[in-house]
């Protein structure tokens, strides 16, 4: 880290919390602007990190630390949450395990298997993720038009009762697999061959929010740092922050996530958006987006100072 090493944190400007003792964290962020998420005014504390977790929020400005983040006058925010993305069998790959162009957005944790589609099969598809090891947390949604064909292929009928009894069953396997919901794409093949009673079957057999029915709340997150980049007085950045951050994590109920707070995990992105801007370009198109400089999933950094690490601290969550 940039001073890497037991070292002092300059003291925040705004006190909530005065250690009794000198503490001592794994990594301490000082001097940054931090939101916590949930659309409150910025303030200005230093946030100390152990393990995974945030522990404390407040001045810590006699606190000793393994590592450091100056954030300069940045903003600090929890690490932003993309609710509709395709990146799972992609990060797969050798090249791709870190999700880098995900990171350089600020992205911490994806929402997978959208539209109905992905892997049937969510155990292997875990196992298949954690073994290759992931740069960000991924939650893992279960397709409906993905268990349709597994259970009917790719044929335009209803379903026999034995047929829609297995895709049940198949739902349920699923949440006991972690799964955050059920998508469909009714639009898609084989999601367009189904009637409303099939998909409502198979949406009370997860007995969860279904990310269709939420996404009038939940435009999708697909490029963060166009979000972040100023377009007038349309909303304030604390509120643009909360639609990455605390909303999506309580809408499909992923825990201590999208807030910063002490006992929340440490998924955090540091920022500035006078700079947010996008380099990639159809001829390359995973040059990382500008703007973010710092970003830490699950207490481990995976950015400092605008350069990743090699770190592949993201976790597979489960509902």
């Known amino acids: 880290m940039r001073k890497s090493l037991a070292f002092l944190c300059v003291a925040a400007v705004a006190a909530t919390v005065e250690p009794a003792q000198q503490a001592h964290f794994d990594v301490l962020i000082c001097n940054g602007r931090v939101m916590d998420g949930a659309a409150n005014p910025w303030r200005r504390p230093d946030l100390g990190i152990t393990a995974d977790r945030i522990v404390a929020v407040g001045r810590l400005g006699n606190a000793i630390a393994s590592g450091t983040i100056d ?36 992205v911490t944790t994806f929402v997978a298997n959208p539209d109905g589609g992905g892997r049937a099969d ?17 939650a893992l949604l279960i397709g409906h038009g993905s268990v349709r064909s597994a259970v009917m292929g790719g044929t335009d009928r209803a379903p026999t009762a034995q047929e ?32 409303t009673e099939e998909v409502m079957a198979a949406r009370r057999s997860c007995r969860s929010t279904c990310p269709k029915t939420t996404s009038a709340r939940l435009r999708r997150v ?78 481990v950094p995976v950015r400092l100072d605008g350069k990743f690490t090699a770190a592949l601290p993201g976790r597979v969550l489960r509902k």
């Open 164 to 195: 829609l009894q297995k895709m049940k069953d198949f739902v349920r396997r699923s949440r006991a697999d972690g799964a955050f919901g059920l998508s469909s794409g009714l639009f898609y093949v084989p999601g367009s061959f189904a009637k």
């Open 71 to 106: 954030a300069g006058d940045r903003f600090v925010a929890p690490g932003f949450i993309d609710v509709h993305s395709h990146a799972a069998e992609g990060i797969r790959s050798p090249a791709l395990h870190q999700a880098q162009p995900l990171l350089a957005q600020g």
């Open 222 to 299: 697909r490029a963060p740092p166009r979000r972040l980049r100023p377009r007038g007085n349309v909303v304030s950045l604390e509120f643009a922050v909360r639609s990455m951050t605390s909303l999506p994590a309580t809408v499909f109920g992923i825990a201590d996530r999208g807030v910063i707070r002490s006992g929340a995990f440490a998924d955090i992105v540091v920022f500035d958006p006078a700079t947010i801007r996008d380099t990639a370009t159809y001829a390359e198109p995973q040059i990382p987006a500008a703007g973010v400089s710092d970003v830490l999933v699950n207490g």
């Open 122 to 138: 969510l155990a292997a598809q875990r196992a298949a993720i954690e073994a290759a090891g992931t740069g960000p947390n991924i």
